[in-house]
């Protein structure tokens, strides 16, 4: 069964940091782009960050210089690195798995953050 588990959301200040990290199973992980979504209640949902099998990154222009993606391919586990947080990047942060065009597409359940003083 595919699973991808969500973890290190929280409370955080504005101008703090968190990591979340997203821990794959079931998948062949190195083979899959990994990538982290976002969804605020009444908004669409928005792709943050990005990161192929090759290592080539992307990042929406709202985060870029704040946020950083990585993975460990040893550890199926990819994270995302928020730094000067801003009350505008809460939202449910979500854990995307994509492989062959989305032929293959799995989805987290997601990690709540909340900036706020």
């Known amino acids: 069964q595919v699973q991808l588990a969500e973890s290190g959301g929280g409370l955080v200040q504005p101008g703090g940091s968190l990591r979340l990290s997203c821990a794959a199973s079931?998948?062949?992980?190195?083979?899959?782009?990994m990538a982290w979504y976002r969804q605020a209640p009444g908004k669409q949902r928005e792709l943050v960050a990005s990161?192929?099998?090759?290592?080539?990154?992307n990042y929406a222009d709202s985060v870029k210089g704040r946020f950083i993606i990585f993975r460990d391919n040893a550890k199926d586990t990819v994270y995302l690195q928020m730094n000067s947080l801003k009350p505008e990047d809460t939202a449910s942060y979500l854990c995307n798995a994509n492989v062959l065009d989305q032929a293959y597409n799995y989805w987290g359940q997601g990690t709540q953050v909340t900036v706020s003083s």
């Open positions: 990161i192929t099998r090759e290592g080539w990154l």
């Open positions: 079931g998948i062949v992980f190195r083979l899959y782009t």
